[in-house]
């Protein structure tokens, strides 16, 4: 939820937009091939919703960590060389 502030400890790492951004830079420099990202979070009610500490036991798409509303991302690459 946020690209100039983040989350980092032993424990846990929030990822940015901007540092995945800067990951699929240099996977390519690296010589990988990386399919396009997409950072489209969705227009459904089940996407709008972020699950707050104490978290449920249910299914959930995003959910909060401290001020951050962080979700699940997938990259897909390849090392070509």
């Known amino acids: 939820s ?43 009610p089940e996407d709008q919703h972020v699950d707050l500490p104490p978290y449920k036991q249910t299914i959930h798409l995003k959910l909060q960590i401290a001020k951050f509303v962080v979700t699940s991302f997938g990259l897909v690459l390849r090392k070509d060389r």
Request: charged share 25%; net charge negative.
């Open 2 to 44: 946020d690209d100039a502030e983040t989350l980092e400890s032993t424990a846990l790492s929030l990822y940015r937009r901007i540092d995945l951004i800067n990951l699929q830079a240099r996977l390519i420099d690296h010589g990988c091939s990386v399919l396009p990202m997409n950072f489209y979070t969705g227009d459904k």
